[in-house]
């Protein structure tokens, strides 16, 4: 089954920004479609960008809409996320994961995805 390692995450001052990478540890990952979440202390985990198999659409939560960019390169077997515009309420633990039941649809909900990985720190100082 496919693995998923993140790394990118930090500390940053509001206004900077981060990239964050999910990397695969095979080729599978590229038939799904895959996300973005992220979970901060004290709150649920949300959903915060999609992106189709082929990379042709992509979904955001309306909070990032504009400052984040969700992007994948199947033949690298990475999926990124670039972040702008941070702000401090965007500090949480972000996650990536791949939703094995979709590959041209997208998903906001936690339960459609089945493989995540370990998480990675966001921290946007004020």
């Known amino acids: 089954q496919v693995q998923l390692v993140e790394s990118g995450g930090g500390l940053v001052q509001a206004g900077g920004s981060l990239r964050l990478s999910c990397a695969a540890s095979?080729?599978?990952?590229?038939?799904?479609?895959m996300g973005w979440f992220r979970q901060a202390p004290g709150k649920e985990r949300e959903f915060v960008a999609g992106?189709?198999?082929?990379?042709?659409?992509?979904e955001y939560r309306d909070s990032v809409k504009g400052r984040f960019t969700i992007s994948r390169d199947n033949a690298a077997g990475t999926l990124t996320l670039r972040m702008n515009s941070l702000k401090p309420e965007d500090t949480a633990v972000y996650y990536c994961?791949?939703?094995?039941?979709?590959?041209?649809?997208?998903?906001?909900?936690?339960?459609?995805?089945?493989?995540w990985g370990q998480g990675t720190q966001v921290t946007v100082s004020s």
């Open positions: 994961a791949v939703s094995l039941g979709r590959s041209s649809t997208i998903s906001p909900l936690e339960r459609e995805y089945d493989v």
């Open positions: 095979d080729r599978t990952f590229r038939h799904y479609a």
């Open positions: 992106i189709t198999w082929s990379g042709a659409y992509t």
